[in-house]
């Protein structure tokens, strides 16, 4: 991951991205014990948004420094990395309140954990609320502060359900 976080930090500084964060599977495992992940999301905001195909500059980087493409991702040593331009306004105030955390030597922004479970309560597959779950149960999230966050970007009814189902007892 240590090559990650490089790779990310020189697209920033040249400018290729506005910022990045690493969110998903990958960005629980700093909060919660190990999960099942293929891949590295990585969060991007795009310096280039008129383009058709956004991504295509960040390719392009990734080429000339030497890493190749995976179907959507890029390999970077073992992890092959996959970008996802900001998609939603709860998706740009995560980018903007991630943490930026030290991974051996290399600064790694990462989405903090009340981020990581409203994004996955409004993506709603079963996946996702096994991760809101164990946010919760690591004590990394409270759900009074998902209730708020949900509120605040338009998923309170989410996030009822979600409550409805799996805490209410």
């Not at 295509?56 to 493409?69: D, H, Q, T, V, W």
């Not at 900001?86 to 995560?94: G, H, W």
């Not at 051996?104 to 009340?114: I, M, N, Q, S, T």
Request: glycine share 6%; net charge negative; aromatic share 8%.
């Amino acid at each position: 991951m240590k090559a990650v976080a490089e790779l990310l930090n020189e697209m920033r500084d040249a400018g290729v991205i506005a910022d990045y964060a690493l969110f998903g599977a990958a960005a629980q495992m700093r909060y919660t014990e190990a999960v099942a992940t293929l891949d590295a999301d990585m969060l991007v905001a795009v310096a280039a948004q008129e383009r058709l195909d956004v991504l295509a500059p960040l390719y392009e980087f990734c080429a000339r420094k030497g890493y190749r493409s995976e179907g959507e991702a890029v390999r970077v040593g073992a992890w092959p990395v996959q970008f996802i331009p900001v998609f939603s306004p709860l998706a740009e105030a995560a980018l903007k309140e991630a943490d930026t955390t030290d991974f051996e030597g290399a600064p790694l922004r990462v989405v903090r954990a009340d981020y990581l479970a409203v994004l996955a309560l409004s993506v709603g597959r079963a996946k996702d609320f096994a991760r809101v779950l164990a946010l919760i149960e690591s004590g990394s999230v409270l759900p009074e502060r998902i209730m708020e966050l949900a509120g605040r970007h338009g998923l309170s009814d989410a996030w009822l359900r979600f409550k409805t189902r799996f805490l209410d007892e």
